[in-house]
């Protein structure tokens, strides 16, 4: 048996606003529907069937798969941590390297390539991606440029562009499925993200 075989008693909505009971439900069955059917086997249905929770209460609260999806990923990637060396590029060296295994050894993890691609060619998709996704998920990593903001080892004006470099090296990676071979070059790559500009 499969997890949309699995069938789970139905829980009452209570209108727009968040039920804590059927969120948490909802979400732990999109966890297991993604460990077990992968990305290519999610689906809404699978969801409401494993959680018990109708179709529309899903939609009402996750406009679409994405949103469902990013939600997932967001609270597993929680246990990534950032790390508080005294150096913004030995701080990015160990993050990079935690958030690389996330991305290689947890379902939702592997999932994100996959809603990078997607967001190519669905709207909604790349809204959420755009919007919600990116602006949350760099908040860790956002952290670590303005603290060595205030230790003088980057002017503040220089986040935004740094910010880029060390998405662009990330994605390269994660989009190319190259993550274990590219993991010998994340302390480099790191030292150049963080590297003082000339002049």
């Known amino acids: 048996m499969n997890a949309t075989d699995r069938l789970a008693p139905r829980r009452a909505s209570i209108g727009a606003r968040r039920n804590p009971a059927s969120q948490a439900a909802i979400l732990a069955a999109a966890r297991a529907v993604l460990a077990e059917e992968g990305y290519a086997g999610f689906s809404i249905d699978a969801v409401s069937r494993r ?3 109708g179709k529309p209460t ?3 609260w996750w406009k679409n798969k994405a949103e469902l999806l990013i939600e997932v990923y967001a609270a597993e990637k929680a246990m990534v941590k950032a790390a508080a060396t005294g150096s913004l590029a030995d701080d990015l060296a160990l993050y990079t390297a935690a958030l690389w295994d996330f991305w290689r050894d947890t379902p939702s993890g592997r999932t994100f390539r996959a809603l990078v691609a997607e967001a190519q060619n669905d709207a909604a998709a790349l809204a959420a991606l755009r919007d919600k996704f990116l602006p949350e998920r760099l908040c860790d990593v956002r952290a670590l440029f303005a603290a060595a903001v205030a230790r003088g080892e980057i002017g503040l004006d220089e986040v935004e562009m740094r910010l880029g470099l060390y998405v662009g090296f990330n994605w390269y990676y994660v ?5 274990d071979a590219g993991r010998a070059a994340i ?3 790191m030292r150049l993200v963080a590297a003082p500009l000339p002049g």
């Open 58 to 60: 899903i939609y009402r």
């Open 187 to 189: 302390p480099a790559a």
């Open 175 to 179: 989009l190319t499925d190259q993550l």
């Open 51 to 53: 959680a018990g929770a």
